[in-house]
Protein backbone atom coordinates (compact mmCIF):
# COMPACT_ATOMS: atom_id res chain seq x y z
CA UNK A 1 0.00 0.00 0.00
CA UNK A 2 2.86 2.62 -0.88
CA UNK A 3 0.64 4.47 -3.28
CA UNK A 4 -0.05 7.71 -2.51
CA UNK A 5 -3.78 9.57 -2.68
CA UNK A 6 -4.61 10.85 -6.09
CA UNK A 7 -3.97 14.62 -5.95
CA UNK A 8 -7.07 16.73 -6.82
CA UNK A 9 -5.41 17.96 -9.96
CA UNK A 10 -4.34 14.01 -11.09
CA UNK A 11 -7.64 13.56 -10.25
CA UNK A 12 -9.20 16.44 -12.75
CA UNK A 13 -6.75 14.70 -15.26
CA UNK A 14 -7.47 11.14 -14.91
CA UNK A 15 -11.10 11.48 -15.52
CA UNK A 16 -10.36 14.06 -18.70
CA UNK A 17 -8.43 11.50 -20.07
CA UNK A 18 -10.55 8.80 -19.15
CA UNK A 19 -13.92 11.02 -20.97
CA UNK A 20 -11.37 10.83 -23.92
CA UNK A 21 -10.28 7.98 -26.63
CA UNK A 22 -11.19 6.23 -29.28
CA UNK A 23 -13.57 7.60 -31.83
CA UNK A 24 -15.88 5.13 -30.92
CA UNK A 25 -15.71 6.00 -27.43
CA UNK A 26 -15.80 9.82 -27.67
CA UNK A 27 -19.46 10.17 -26.89
CA UNK A 28 -18.53 8.43 -23.50
CA UNK A 29 -18.51 11.33 -21.01
CA UNK A 30 -18.58 11.42 -16.48
CA UNK A 31 -21.33 12.97 -15.80
CA UNK A 32 -22.10 16.86 -15.39
CA UNK A 33 -19.06 19.34 -16.82
CA UNK A 34 -15.63 19.86 -15.24
CA UNK A 35 -17.05 21.79 -11.96
CA UNK A 36 -19.74 19.40 -11.35
CA UNK A 37 -18.25 16.10 -12.29
CA UNK A 38 -19.43 13.76 -9.77
CA UNK A 39 -15.57 11.75 -8.66
CA UNK A 40 -17.91 8.29 -8.29
CA UNK A 41 -17.90 7.80 -12.27
CA UNK A 42 -15.55 6.01 -14.01
CA UNK A 43 -13.59 4.72 -10.80
CA UNK A 44 -10.19 7.15 -11.59
CA UNK A 45 -10.22 8.18 -7.91
CA UNK A 46 -11.74 4.59 -6.41
CA UNK A 47 -8.25 3.39 -5.02
CA UNK A 48 -7.16 6.62 -2.92
CA UNK A 49 -10.93 6.71 -1.42
CA UNK A 50 -10.41 3.30 -0.63
CA UNK A 51 -7.97 3.53 1.73
CA UNK A 52 -10.05 6.30 3.26
CA UNK A 53 -12.74 3.88 3.86
CA UNK A 54 -9.67 1.39 5.28
CA UNK A 55 -8.58 3.52 7.55
CA UNK A 56 -11.91 4.72 9.05
CA UNK A 57 -13.19 3.18 11.88
CA UNK A 58 -16.69 5.13 11.68
CA UNK A 59 -19.58 3.12 10.44
CA UNK A 60 -21.99 5.66 9.38
CA UNK A 61 -22.31 8.14 7.11
CA UNK A 62 -18.03 7.14 5.22
CA UNK A 63 -19.89 3.61 4.69
CA UNK A 64 -23.40 5.04 3.23
CA UNK A 65 -23.96 7.51 0.75
CA UNK A 66 -27.86 8.55 0.76
CA UNK A 67 -28.67 10.06 -2.26
CA UNK A 68 -26.86 8.99 -5.43
CA UNK A 69 -29.03 11.94 -7.08
CA UNK A 70 -30.54 9.61 -10.16
CA UNK A 71 -33.87 8.41 -10.08
CA UNK A 72 -36.25 8.19 -7.90
CA UNK A 73 -34.33 5.44 -5.51
CA UNK A 74 -34.30 6.35 -1.71
CA UNK A 75 -32.87 4.85 1.31
CA UNK A 76 -33.07 6.25 4.82
CA UNK A 77 -31.10 4.78 7.76
CA UNK A 78 -31.78 5.94 10.75
CA UNK A 79 -30.14 3.00 12.32
CA UNK A 80 -27.04 2.61 10.09
CA UNK A 81 -24.75 2.91 13.08
CA UNK A 82 -26.89 0.04 15.14
CA UNK A 83 -24.53 -3.24 14.58
CA UNK A 84 -27.51 -5.24 16.05
CA UNK A 85 -29.51 -5.82 12.80
CA UNK A 86 -32.49 -7.68 12.89
CA UNK A 87 -36.00 -7.27 11.62
CA UNK A 88 -37.08 -5.20 14.43
CA UNK A 89 -34.71 -2.64 14.59
CA UNK A 90 -33.72 -2.27 10.86
CA UNK A 91 -35.57 0.78 9.51
CA UNK A 92 -33.71 0.84 6.12
CA UNK A 93 -36.38 1.36 3.90
CA UNK A 94 -36.09 1.39 -0.21
CA UNK A 95 -38.08 2.90 -2.87
CA UNK A 96 -36.74 1.18 -6.49
CA UNK A 97 -40.16 2.29 -8.13
CA UNK A 98 -39.04 4.03 -11.86
CA UNK A 99 -40.22 7.96 -13.07
CA UNK A 100 -41.23 6.73 -16.41
CA UNK A 101 -42.60 3.64 -17.55
CA UNK A 102 -41.28 0.21 -19.12
CA UNK A 103 -41.46 -0.49 -22.91
CA UNK A 104 -40.07 2.58 -24.20
CA UNK A 105 -40.19 2.74 -27.75
CA UNK A 106 -37.14 4.34 -28.14
CA UNK A 107 -35.22 0.72 -27.58
CA UNK A 108 -31.70 -0.07 -28.64
CA UNK A 109 -31.12 -1.43 -32.03
CA UNK A 110 -28.92 -4.59 -30.84
CA UNK A 111 -29.10 -8.06 -30.64
CA UNK A 112 -27.32 -9.94 -27.93
CA UNK A 113 -26.09 -14.02 -27.14
CA UNK A 114 -26.19 -13.63 -23.76
CA UNK A 115 -29.38 -15.58 -21.86
CA UNK A 116 -30.78 -12.85 -20.36
CA UNK A 117 -30.25 -9.18 -20.70
CA UNK A 118 -31.82 -6.04 -19.26
CA UNK A 119 -30.44 -2.42 -19.45
CA UNK A 120 -32.45 0.54 -17.54
CA UNK A 121 -32.33 4.42 -18.68
CA UNK A 122 -31.99 5.23 -14.92
CA UNK A 123 -32.72 8.83 -15.71
CA UNK A 124 -36.50 8.26 -17.04
CA UNK A 125 -36.46 4.77 -15.76
CA UNK A 126 -37.82 3.27 -18.35
CA UNK A 127 -36.65 -0.13 -20.19
CA UNK A 128 -34.18 0.74 -23.32
CA UNK A 129 -33.59 -2.96 -23.97
CA UNK A 130 -34.91 -6.71 -22.55
CA UNK A 131 -34.30 -10.33 -23.46
CA UNK A 132 -35.91 -13.08 -21.07
CA UNK A 133 -35.34 -10.09 -18.83
CA UNK A 134 -38.02 -11.58 -16.14
CA UNK A 135 -37.20 -14.92 -16.03
CA UNK A 136 -34.69 -16.00 -12.83
CA UNK A 137 -31.62 -16.91 -13.73
CA UNK A 138 -28.41 -17.81 -11.45
CA UNK A 139 -26.89 -15.27 -10.87
CA UNK A 140 -22.77 -16.61 -9.52
CA UNK A 141 -20.89 -13.84 -8.20
CA UNK A 142 -23.30 -10.93 -8.73
CA UNK A 143 -24.60 -12.15 -5.17
CA UNK A 144 -21.66 -10.43 -3.64
CA UNK A 145 -23.06 -7.27 -4.18
CA UNK A 146 -25.94 -7.84 -1.67
CA UNK A 147 -23.76 -9.38 0.61
CA UNK A 148 -21.91 -6.07 0.56
CA UNK A 149 -25.22 -3.88 1.04
CA UNK A 150 -25.80 -6.72 4.38
CA UNK A 151 -22.57 -6.32 5.38
CA UNK A 152 -22.62 -2.52 5.57
CA UNK A 153 -26.37 -2.19 6.62
CA UNK A 154 -25.19 -4.02 9.81
CA UNK A 155 -22.61 -0.64 10.43
CA UNK A 156 -20.20 -3.07 11.50
CA UNK A 157 -16.32 -1.58 12.65
CA UNK A 158 -14.86 -1.56 9.72
CA UNK A 159 -11.29 -1.86 10.67
CA UNK A 160 -12.10 -4.74 13.19
CA UNK A 161 -9.84 -7.71 11.78
CA UNK A 162 -10.91 -10.96 10.83
CA UNK A 163 -9.41 -14.12 10.11
CA UNK A 164 -9.85 -17.00 7.91
CA UNK A 165 -11.37 -20.40 9.11
CA UNK A 166 -11.18 -23.65 6.93
CA UNK A 167 -14.78 -23.23 6.78
CA UNK A 168 -15.03 -20.31 4.89
CA UNK A 169 -13.46 -22.25 2.05
CA UNK A 170 -15.73 -25.13 2.13
CA UNK A 171 -18.98 -24.27 -0.12
CA UNK A 172 -21.47 -25.47 -2.56
CA UNK A 173 -18.60 -25.94 -5.42
CA UNK A 174 -14.67 -26.18 -5.09
CA UNK A 175 -13.43 -22.72 -5.90
CA UNK A 176 -9.75 -21.27 -6.21
CA UNK A 177 -8.12 -19.16 -4.50
CA UNK A 178 -5.31 -17.13 -3.33
CA UNK A 179 -6.58 -16.83 0.22
CA UNK A 180 -5.60 -19.05 3.13
CA UNK A 181 -6.67 -20.28 6.19
CA UNK A 182 -5.46 -18.41 8.95
CA UNK A 183 -4.89 -15.04 6.68
CA UNK A 184 -6.27 -11.78 8.74
CA UNK A 185 -7.38 -8.76 7.17
CA UNK A 186 -9.55 -6.04 8.26
CA UNK A 187 -13.15 -6.40 7.31
CA UNK A 188 -12.84 -3.23 4.72
CA UNK A 189 -10.13 -5.39 3.56
CA UNK A 190 -12.12 -8.71 3.07
CA UNK A 191 -15.19 -6.54 1.80
CA UNK A 192 -12.95 -5.06 -1.06
CA UNK A 193 -11.51 -8.74 -1.47
CA UNK A 194 -14.79 -9.82 -2.26
CA UNK A 195 -16.08 -7.40 -4.37
CA UNK A 196 -13.19 -6.41 -6.95
CA UNK A 197 -11.36 -9.53 -6.72
CA UNK A 198 -14.40 -11.69 -6.09
CA UNK A 199 -12.77 -13.70 -3.52
CA UNK A 200 -15.25 -16.36 -2.19
CA UNK A 201 -13.53 -16.87 1.09
CA UNK A 202 -13.78 -13.39 2.01
CA UNK A 203 -17.22 -13.06 1.53
CA UNK A 204 -18.00 -16.33 3.41
CA UNK A 205 -15.88 -14.73 6.51
CA UNK A 206 -18.00 -11.27 6.35
CA UNK A 207 -21.33 -13.45 6.63
CA UNK A 208 -20.13 -15.41 9.23
CA UNK A 209 -18.55 -12.93 11.61
CA UNK A 210 -22.35 -10.88 11.28
CA UNK A 211 -24.25 -10.48 13.88
CA UNK A 212 -25.99 -13.77 15.07
CA UNK A 213 -23.88 -15.66 12.54
CA UNK A 214 -24.00 -17.13 8.55
CA UNK A 215 -27.66 -18.58 9.29
CA UNK A 216 -28.59 -15.00 10.03
CA UNK A 217 -26.86 -13.11 7.32
CA UNK A 218 -28.57 -15.20 4.52
CA UNK A 219 -31.89 -14.72 6.36
CA UNK A 220 -31.30 -10.94 6.12
CA UNK A 221 -30.00 -11.42 2.10
CA UNK A 222 -33.56 -12.45 1.78
CA UNK A 223 -35.27 -10.15 3.78
CA UNK A 224 -33.37 -7.09 2.11
CA UNK A 225 -34.34 -8.80 -1.44
CA UNK A 226 -37.78 -8.22 -0.75
CA UNK A 227 -37.49 -5.34 0.82
CA UNK A 228 -36.09 -4.19 -2.86
CA UNK A 229 -39.12 -5.30 -4.59
CA UNK A 230 -36.84 -8.44 -5.77
CA UNK A 231 -39.77 -11.25 -6.07
CA UNK A 232 -37.84 -13.50 -8.36
CA UNK A 233 -34.95 -13.39 -6.45
CA UNK A 234 -33.27 -16.25 -3.42
CA UNK A 235 -30.05 -16.24 -2.27
CA UNK A 236 -28.71 -19.63 -0.57
CA UNK A 237 -25.38 -18.53 0.50
CA UNK A 238 -23.18 -15.21 0.05
CA UNK A 239 -20.53 -16.07 -2.53
CA UNK A 240 -22.41 -17.01 -5.59
CA UNK A 241 -21.20 -20.73 -5.47
CA UNK A 242 -24.50 -21.53 -4.83
CA UNK A 243 -26.72 -22.58 -8.05
CA UNK A 244 -30.02 -21.74 -6.35
CA UNK A 245 -29.04 -18.18 -6.10
CA UNK A 246 -31.07 -17.38 -8.66
CA UNK A 247 -33.10 -13.45 -9.48
CA UNK A 248 -34.23 -11.82 -13.22
CA UNK A 249 -32.36 -9.33 -14.77
CA UNK A 250 -34.83 -6.67 -14.06
CA UNK A 251 -34.64 -7.68 -10.62
CA UNK A 252 -30.80 -7.35 -10.45
CA UNK A 253 -31.61 -3.94 -11.89
CA UNK A 254 -33.24 -2.83 -8.65
CA UNK A 255 -30.66 -4.21 -6.66
CA UNK A 256 -27.92 -2.27 -8.69
CA UNK A 257 -30.07 0.51 -8.32
CA UNK A 258 -29.94 0.25 -4.36
CA UNK A 259 -26.44 -0.82 -4.47
CA UNK A 260 -25.72 2.96 -5.64
CA UNK A 261 -26.52 4.43 -2.58
CA UNK A 262 -23.69 2.91 -0.61
CA UNK A 263 -20.08 4.74 -1.38
CA UNK A 264 -18.38 1.94 -0.49
CA UNK A 265 -19.76 -0.26 -2.98
CA UNK A 266 -19.48 2.23 -5.86
CA UNK A 267 -15.43 2.72 -4.72
CA UNK A 268 -14.67 -1.14 -4.09
CA UNK A 269 -16.03 -2.35 -7.00
CA UNK A 270 -14.32 0.16 -9.43
CA UNK A 271 -11.27 -0.22 -8.00
CA UNK A 272 -8.63 -1.21 -10.67
CA UNK A 273 -6.39 -3.00 -8.00
CA UNK A 274 -4.88 -3.41 -4.45
CA UNK A 275 -1.96 -5.05 -2.72
CA UNK A 276 -3.13 -6.20 0.63
CA UNK A 277 -0.86 -6.45 3.36
CA UNK A 278 -1.83 -9.96 4.64
CA UNK A 279 -1.01 -11.28 8.12
CA UNK A 280 -1.05 -14.82 8.92
CA UNK A 281 0.43 -16.50 11.99
CA UNK A 282 0.96 -19.68 10.80
CA UNK A 283 2.01 -19.56 7.02
CA UNK A 284 4.28 -16.04 7.49
CA UNK A 285 2.56 -12.59 6.54
CA UNK A 286 2.54 -11.91 2.59
CA UNK A 287 1.58 -9.20 0.23
CA UNK A 288 -1.28 -10.44 -2.17
CA UNK A 289 -1.42 -8.22 -5.45
CA UNK A 290 -5.14 -8.32 -6.45
CA UNK A 291 -6.60 -7.33 -9.93
CA UNK A 292 -10.60 -6.36 -10.86
CA UNK A 293 -12.06 -8.98 -12.12
CA UNK A 294 -14.12 -6.90 -15.23
CA UNK A 295 -11.63 -6.03 -17.67
CA UNK A 296 -13.64 -3.12 -18.45
CA UNK A 297 -13.08 -1.42 -15.06
CA UNK A 298 -9.30 -2.61 -15.65
CA UNK A 299 -9.19 -0.85 -19.37
CA UNK A 300 -10.67 2.42 -17.91
CA UNK A 301 -12.18 2.88 -21.29
CA UNK A 302 -15.88 3.59 -19.90
CA UNK A 303 -17.06 5.25 -16.95
CA UNK A 304 -18.60 2.69 -14.82
CA UNK A 305 -19.76 3.50 -11.18
CA UNK A 306 -20.22 0.10 -10.07
CA UNK A 307 -19.26 -3.26 -11.37
CA UNK A 308 -19.55 -6.79 -10.46
CA UNK A 309 -18.69 -9.64 -12.77
CA UNK A 310 -19.68 -13.76 -11.66
CA UNK A 311 -18.95 -16.90 -13.10
CA UNK A 312 -20.55 -20.63 -12.14
CA UNK A 313 -21.25 -23.42 -14.72
CA UNK A 314 -24.84 -22.67 -14.32
CA UNK A 315 -24.72 -19.08 -14.43
CA UNK A 316 -22.84 -18.69 -17.57
CA UNK A 317 -20.94 -15.35 -17.17
CA UNK A 318 -22.46 -12.68 -15.86
CA UNK A 319 -21.41 -8.90 -15.28
CA UNK A 320 -23.81 -6.31 -14.04
CA UNK A 321 -22.81 -2.26 -14.47
CA UNK A 322 -24.28 1.10 -14.11
CA UNK A 323 -22.74 3.49 -16.41
CA UNK A 324 -23.26 7.03 -17.74
CA UNK A 325 -23.44 7.85 -21.63
CA UNK A 326 -23.95 10.81 -23.04
CA UNK A 327 -24.83 12.54 -20.01
CA UNK A 328 -27.25 9.93 -19.10
CA UNK A 329 -27.05 6.82 -16.40
CA UNK A 330 -27.86 3.67 -17.17
CA UNK A 331 -27.84 0.23 -15.47
CA UNK A 332 -26.83 -2.92 -17.50
CA UNK A 333 -27.32 -6.71 -16.54
CA UNK A 334 -25.85 -9.33 -18.70
CA UNK A 335 -26.12 -12.95 -17.50
CA UNK A 336 -25.84 -16.41 -18.69
CA UNK A 337 -22.96 -15.49 -21.47
CA UNK A 338 -21.52 -18.59 -23.07
CA UNK A 339 -17.85 -17.10 -22.51
CA UNK A 340 -16.06 -14.73 -21.26
CA UNK A 341 -15.39 -13.04 -24.92
CA UNK A 342 -19.49 -13.17 -25.49
CA UNK A 343 -20.39 -11.02 -22.04
CA UNK A 344 -17.83 -8.53 -22.83
CA UNK A 345 -19.15 -8.59 -26.15
CA UNK A 346 -22.70 -7.71 -25.57
CA UNK A 347 -21.05 -5.21 -22.93
CA UNK A 348 -19.17 -3.11 -25.44
CA UNK A 349 -22.01 -3.50 -27.72
CA UNK A 350 -24.48 -2.09 -25.14
CA UNK A 351 -22.06 0.73 -24.32
CA UNK A 352 -21.17 1.72 -27.61
CA UNK A 353 -25.34 2.12 -28.75
CA UNK A 354 -26.03 3.92 -25.37
CA UNK A 355 -23.32 6.25 -26.72
CA UNK A 356 -24.80 6.89 -30.33
CA UNK A 357 -28.46 7.14 -28.78
CA UNK A 358 -30.45 9.94 -29.12
CA UNK A 359 -31.24 11.37 -26.32
CA UNK A 360 -33.69 14.49 -26.61
Same mark, same amino acid.
Given at each position: ????? &??KQ????? *? =?????????? $?A???????????V??????? %???? /??? *?S??????????? #??????????????????????????????????????? #? *??????????????D???????Y?????T $???????????????????????????????? #????????????????? %??????????? *?????? $??K??? /???????N?? @????? /???????????????P? +? %????????????????? $?? +????? @? /?????????????????????????????????????????????????????????????????? =??? &??????????????????????????
Amino acid at each position: MTNLP &LTKQQLLVA *M =ITLSLGSAAQ $AALTINGSESSARVSWGGADS %LSEA /RNI *MSNSNSGSAIKKV #DNGYGTTNITNANSSNSNYSSSSNSNTYNTTYRGSFGSS #D *MLPISTDSRSVAVIDAETGESIYEKNANT $AHPMASITKVMTAMVVLDAGLDMREEITLDAE #DFIGPKRASSNLKAGDR %LNRAEMLLMAL *MKSENP $AAKSLS /RNYPGGYNAF @IRAMN /RKAEELGMSTAYFGDPT +G %LDKRNVASSNDLVKMVR $AA +GNYDV @I /RRFTTTKSYEFYVSNSRSGNRTYSANNTSSLVRSGDYPIGISKTGFINEAGRCVVMETRVNNRPAI =IVI &LGASSSATRWGDAKNILNSLASRRTV
